[in-house]
């Protein structure tokens, strides 16, 4: 297993309003930022102690919002000093082999474009950090970052929370994200939350979806939809599978249209995606094409041209399909 961490508050004597909750920045003076790193090098080797290697470590959650539950702000310029200057080189002077990823950012309205710029015309951060994660963000901006810097990795760190009720329809909704996030040039996909207790509630009285759901009282285990499509995904996409470019020459109907309107959804995630971006396609190691699409509409014919030709399949009406051309 390969993990990646992101903080939500560092100790409340480190931020302006003393507490881990209840919003409050980072404090910039350097002695507070040197304990800062010195967290983040405790912690990581308290998990190497346990056999628990942490391969990326993002130092802090949505640095642009802080309210009830743990988090803290971080303006984008002290963001990028407390990175580069002090928990980057941390980090490696500690000897651990984990890499420093900037983020997890969190851009979607037009008043965190300020903040979304800085990070961009930040080149000192894009060298020193192993790479980028964002979640929650604007598909546009994304795609203005990987044309700046197409060598930097990106990565995905959060699918939406929701509200509990892990519908079909919100699952159908994350997978319009997985595909916008790769077609954006994210390696990695993230699910939350992953396994959660009955009634799922955090303590701040967010009740929220998760892929697995146990009911202790009951003894029983749920397996949601979310889980289905992990598993969905997770079946042909393997370590080492490549991102491929994909179009759908479309039948009588539409190949992928979302005939329905996203319910519990955050408003500003919206990505409409349009019917041709409903696909995404990867080449497996072993040379397999695997084609990911989503027909939201009836029954239908359609053809997948790829390079090995045209392949006509048949799309279950209503389903998330997966098809593999043989290598």
Not at 124 to 136: H, N, R
Request: with cysteine; charged share 20%; aromatic share 14%.
């Amino acid at each position: 297993m390969k993990f990646h961490a992101s903080a939500w508050s560092p100790p409340g004597w480190m931020k302006t309003n003393g507490s881990q909750t209840g919003g409050g920045e980072l404090l910039g003076d350097n002695r507070t930022l040197e304990s800062y790193a010195g967290y983040f090098v405790k912690f990581l080797q308290a998990y190497q102690r346990h056999g628990i290697i942490i391969q990326r470590l993002c130092p802090q959650n949505e640095p642009l919002v802080a309210g009830s539950y743990p988090g803290c702000k971080i303006p984008a310029p002290l963001y990028a000093k407390a990175l580069e200057a002090w928990v980057i080189p941390a980090v490696k002077k500690s000897g651990l082999k984990t890499e420093v990823w900037a983020g997890t950012f969190n851009f979607w309205r037009q008043d965190t474009r300020k903040y979304f710029d800085y990070i961009l015309n930040d080149t000192g951060l894009t060298k020193e950090a192993g790479g980028f994660s964002f979640q929650y963000s604007n598909m546009d901006w994304i795609r203005k970052f990987v044309s700046k810097y197409p060598h930097v990795k990106l990565q995905h760190s959060e699918s939406e929370c929701y509200y509990g009720a892990n519908s079909v329809e919100q699952a159908f909704r994350d997978f319009q994200d997985f595909v916008a996030y790769v077609r954006a040039g994210c390696s990695l996909f993230t699910f939350w939350n992953m396994v959660l207790p009955e009634p799922h509630t955090s303590t701040w009285g967010w009740k929220q979806n998760s892929l697995v759901v146990i009911d202790t009282a009951k003894r029983t285990v749920t397996y949601e939809p979310g889980f289905a499509l992990a598993y969905f995904l997770g079946r042909h996409l393997l370590p080492g599978s490549r991102y491929l470019p994909a179009m759908i020459t479309e039948g009588q109907s539409s190949v992928g249209a979302l005939g329905f309107a996203p319910k519990g959804c955050v408003e500003f995630m919206h990505t409409f995606l349009n019917n041709r971006n409903q696909v995404v396609a990867f080449r497996e190691p072993n040379g397999n094409l695997v084609v990911y699409l989503l027909n939201q509409g009836e029954k239908m014919d359609a053809e997948i041209k790829c390079s090995r030709g045209t392949v006509a399949v048949v799309l279950p009406a209503k389903a998330l399909v997966s098809i593999v051309i043989k290598g």
